[in-house]
Every structure is written in structure tokens, then in C-alpha cells.
């Protein structure tokens, strides 16, 4: 493989990862400073195809830099992981999203509590994988 191809390839997956970012500040910034639900969980699904649209695109290109260099090192493997609990968290934090009703105040304070960890972890997963990335690639 031509090492233009590979520097292509992982200029584009860092430029669409150093997006990644994004979408879990926008959501705290919402989640700390929005006091009506309603308006909050309208803004939070807002951003929701953003972010899968990032997620998605980091998946992809990551996935074609791995079978491009054809081993899988442990900065690589943290990445997966860490790409796995962002993606598993905001399928949780749809399920627990969707039913709760403009009347329902205690769930309504428990998914706020609840995404302000997420969002936060996301992040922290988020460095993780990119300092992982930038020491062992």
C-alpha cells in the first residue's frame, strides 16, 4: 500500500475524529445550562444525527486504516473500545430519553443527572483514545 494512501486516509479519519468532540460539549453546555426539559431533550435530539454521523465516519475510516495496516496495536484496540461505550451510552441514553413525558419531573431529573455523566465520559473516553492513539501510532 503507497504511504500516500495511508497519510490520506488517516488525515481524513482525524479530521472527521477531531470532531467528535463536539457534540458532547454542545450536549453539557444544554444539559447545564437549559432548565426546561422539553427545550432540553429537543436540543439533545438535534444533535444526536451529528454525532452518529461523526461516530459513523470514525468507525469507517478507522476501520479502513486498521485492515490498511494490518495489525491491531493496543492504542488501536483502546479506540475500539472507546468508540463501543460512546456508542453504547447514547443508545442508552435514547431508550431512557425517549419516554419520559413533560410531566414525569423526577425521571426528567434523573436523565439530566444521568447524561451529564454520559456526556462527561464521552469526553474522558474521547481523550483517552486520542492520547492512546497519538503514543502508539
Same mark, same amino acid.
Given at each position: 500500500?503507497?504511504?500516500?494512501?495511508? !497519510?490520506?486516509?488517516?488525515?481524513?479519519?482525524?479530521?472527521?475524529? !477531531?470532531?467528535?468532540?463536539?457534540?458532547?460539549?454542545?450536549?453539557?453546555?444544554?444539559?447545564?445550562?437549559?432548565?426546561?426539559?422539553?427545550?432540553?431533550?429537543?436540543?439533545?435530539?438535534?444533535?444526536?444525527?451529528?454525532?452518529?454521523?461523526?461516530?459513523?465516519?470514525?468507525?469507517?475510516?478507522?476501520?479502513?486504516?486498521?485492515?490498511?495496516?494490518?495489525?491491531? !496495536?493496543?492504542?488501536?484496540?483502546?479506540?475500539?473500545?472507546?468508540?463501543?461505550?460512546?456508542?453504547?451510552?447514547?443508545?442508552?441514553?435514547?431508550?431512557?430519553?425517549?419516554?419520559?413525558?413533560?410531566?414525569?419531573?423526577?425521571?426528567?431529573?434523573?436523565?439530566?443527572?444521568?447524561?451529564?455523566?454520559?456526556?462527561?465520559?464521552?469526553?474522558?473516553?474521547?481523550?483517552?483514545?486520542?492520547?492512546?492513539?497519538?503514543?502508539?501510532?
Amino acid at each position: 500500500m503507497p504511504p500516500s494512501v495511508i !497519510s490520506d486516509s488517516l488525515a481524513v479519519h482525524l479530521f472527521f475524529a !477531531s470532531f467528535l468532540a463536539l457534540p458532547p460539549l454542545l450536549n453539557l453546555y444544554f444539559l447545564f445550562t437549559e432548565r426546561r426539559f422539553v427545550r432540553l431533550a429537543k436540543k439533545i435530539k438535534l444533535i444526536a444525527p451529528a454525532y452518529y454521523f461523526l461516530m459513523a465516519v470514525t468507525l469507517f475510516s478507522g476501520i479502513i486504516l486498521l485492515t490498511m495496516l494490518g495489525e491491531l !496495536s493496543l492504542g488501536l484496540g483502546m479506540m475500539v473500545v472507546a468508540w463501543l461505550g460512546i456508542f453504547i451510552g447514547e443508545i442508552k441514553r435514547h431508550k431512557l430519553q425517549k419516554p419520559i413525558s413533560s410531566h414525569e419531573e423526577e425521571m426528567q431529573a434523573h436523565f439530566v443527572i444521568w447524561a451529564k455523566r454520559k456526556y462527561l465520559l464521552d469526553l474522558l473516553l474521547f481523550l483517552l483514545a486520542l492520547g492512546l492513539g497519538l503514543k502508539f501510532f
